[in-house]
């Protein structure tokens, strides 16, 4: 890049941030990825351990049902706890963390992670959890519920983790279909300082939940409920136990076998319960996080997003853990109790990679600049930024105001199924304000038109990613024909991401958003389909259509269509009602920005509900092709 003048266009890094990054020949590393990615992905491999080698990197005999590492026994625990005893991280600070009102602090080293986390495992295999069995954690942003994931993880329990922001349908149908035997929460949470009952939601998604036989529940906020005799247990009771202490050994696991589902929302039905590994979802989180991150031990990493979605899973929890680094976790939101909460626990934390979604960026930015600027903000090092595309113009503002122009900002594309960064930059890479650069090391992505045909540069299409990858989803939990259907039906050999991208001359790739009924509010990725069946069970409502409208702030926000009953009629409080009706059913991250009556809805003559003339009306754009609407 010396020669000639810098390109106005990009962002370049600087000889600090460049001659200190653990990988400096970005295009050298890429170019010989590509050309051998199971070469790439074996090097990695080898920094972690192993308790016996694989076979074959990638085994590719029966696609898509790709295999990686297949043959090797491993744990992912393993790698991101034990592995750090043996030397000079044992008494590194693994996990720090900081309560809503700043009352608390909590701090723990890689030697007390190990003991919290075994005393968490010893716990709930006492309680008859065996590998392979599923259990559902549902709690607030506290550091048990990494206690309560890795602990899972270690002795070989697969662990689905709901979003404490989901409500009793939601929680219900997780546990329910994954056929959870625990469920581990806590009595509430706190959110912009009000409690949420966490316990209580528990209590009423298990009315029918036959396969829960037990639920630990730890105490955060003190506030009463109930406890059922023989099901619930206290934490710190149990903690009291004998059988509680004393060491827990790491379960030797296939590298093929089970670390976790997550229930993600698709375009239709129910939510899907997407499922990685531990071999070849450590190696990704290991991999995209130094490089991308560029970890080194004297960082603090700060990731603001909930361990309950897979940004919390990938990059608070394992990412940074198999890297042995420190971790900031923050139980609160970034404006409570004033708009300077999180710069202030920057400062107070002396955080160097602070990485977080547009949405909040673009909310803190209204605040303006002074709140970020009464907080010394020099200890960051790098920015990052997930969840949604990122508007060039909160893009400069978090480079400027927040990063002092010297932080690159890592803006990473990936989704649950990917498990890891899929498209980033690495601190090395110049950088555009809203694309997210290049494709990671071993990866390629197309962007292809209808017929899966690559389009030109410039054009916008479909984004598709046609090399496999370690922490790729191996299925949808016990649904195997809905893996093939949803990911690799539509472009036979590549996988579908259900994004629309388009490449640039540069070969940056700028995303535009889901072609699918996914809808992102605040980063937070929900189904049409959901929100829908949530509305259905309200009395008044015959049927109902959701669509995703932009949002300054949240990036989308949810619009509902209502076709009310016979007997019912339209008004305000009736509307209010059903916004409420959503929250509670799903969750308040789901509450409809605003709920509209409407006749009849738009459908198409087999009887689909027509979203996009739905979104075209309600934003006064031309409605565009109409013959096939009903009538
Ligand atoms: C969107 C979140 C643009 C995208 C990690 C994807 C992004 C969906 C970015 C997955 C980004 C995620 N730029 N869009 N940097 N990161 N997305 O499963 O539409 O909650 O398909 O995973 O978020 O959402 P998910």
Known sequence: ???????????YPSEDIVS??????????????LKDPAAFWEKEALELEWFSPWNKVLDDSNKPFYRWFDGAKTNIAHNAIDRHLKNFRKNKLALIWESEDGRYDRTFSYYSLNREVSRMANIIK???????????????????????????????????VVFGGFSVDALHGRISDSESKLVITCDGSFQNGKLVELKSIVDESLKHCPTVENVIVVKRTGNEVIMEAGRDHWYHD?????????????????????LFILYTSGSTGKPKAILHTHGGYMVGTYSTMKYAFDIKDEDRFWCTADPGWITGHSYIVYGPLLNGATVFMFEGGPAFPYPNRWWQLIERYGVSIFYTAPTAIRSLMRFGEAWPNKHDLSSLRLLGSVGEPINPEAWKW?????????????????????????????????????????PFFGQNAEIVDEEGNQVEDGQEGYLVLTNPWPSMLRTIYRDPDRYVNSYWSKFPGKYMTGDSARRDKD??????????????VSGHRLGTAEIESALITHTAVAESAAIGLPHEVKGQAIFCFVQLKPGFAPSESLSEELRQHVAHHLGPIARPEEVKFIDKLP????????????KARAQGLPEGDLSTLED
């Open 603 to 614: 459908k198409t003559r087999s009887g689909k509900i027509m979203r996009r003339v739905l």
């Open 1 to 11: 890049m010396a020669t000639t003048a810098p390109d106005p266009e990009f962002y």
């Open 238 to 258: 149990l903690c009291a136990l004998p059988i509680a202490n004393g060491k827990c050994a790491t379960e030797v696991m296939d590298a093929e076998d089970p």
């Open 126 to 160: 006492a309680m008859g959890i065996v590998k392979g069995d599923r259990v559902t954690i549902y709690m607030g942003r506290i550091p048990e519920i990494v206690f309560a994931m890795l602990a899972c993880a270690k002795i070989g329990a697969i662990h689905s």
């Open 507 to 520: 070969g940056y790739y700028w995303i535009i958003g889901r072609v699918d009924d996914v809808i992102k």
């Open 20 to 33: 200190k990054a653990i990988l400096k020949d970005w295009d050298g590393t890429a170019a010989a990825a």
């Open 398 to 438: 978090f480079y400027r105001v927040i990063g002092k122009e010297r932080c690159p900002i890592i803006d990473t594309w990936w989704q649950t199924e990917t498990g890891a960064f899929m498209i980033t930059p690495t601190p090395v890479v110049p950088l555009k304000p809203g694309s997210g650069t290049r």
